[in-house]
């Protein structure tokens, strides 16, 4: 290593979502508003569940991977392949069926269609 330069392993690039993180900029206002909610109630609660709606981008699940004891749930048909292929997401995102929910939900993210003004997306709280 020379001197004033890091490791790889210490460099953004090196994260296994630094991709897909990088590649919706325009999003960052609303990803920053829905990773503050879902961080916020991460402090409080051992294991929320959150789940990720199919038509919400994979950037959204990408953002939330860094909360460790979250349990990141998307909907069925939600685009796992536009996640890198990496055994530290896949092992971290589980596919909504009907048999997944006996205890509560916490939130559901939701992109609602037609729209492209900054209320974009839903955040909806279960206690």
């Known amino acids: 290593m020379r ?3 890091l490791p790889d392993r210490y460099k953004a690039k090196s994260e296994v979502c630094f991709s897909i993180r990088i590649s919706r900029d ?8 829905i990773y503050e909610q879902v961080q916020d109630l ?6 929320p569940k959150v789940l990720v709606s199919r038509n919400c981008p994979s950037v959204i699940v990408a953002d939330l991977l860094d909360l460790p004891r979250l349990e990141l749930y998307v909907e069925l048909g939600f685009p796992l ?3 890198p292929n990496d055994e530290r997401i ?3 995102v589980h596919v909504m069926n009907r048999d997944t929910f ?5 939130v559901l993210i939701a992109k609602r269609d037609g729209q492209s003004t900054s209320q974009e997306f839903t955040f909806l709280f279960f206690f």
């Not at 006996?102 to 916490?106: I, T």
Request: net charge negative; charged share 35%.
């Open 3 to 5: 001197e004033g330069e």
């Open 26 to 33: 325009d999003l960052m206002g609303t990803r920053l508003a």
């Open 42 to 47: 991460h402090q409080f609660q051992e294991q």
């Open 81 to 83: 392949s536009d996640l």
């Open 90 to 92: 896949l092992t971290r």
């Open 102 to 106: 006996k205890d509560k939900l916490n």
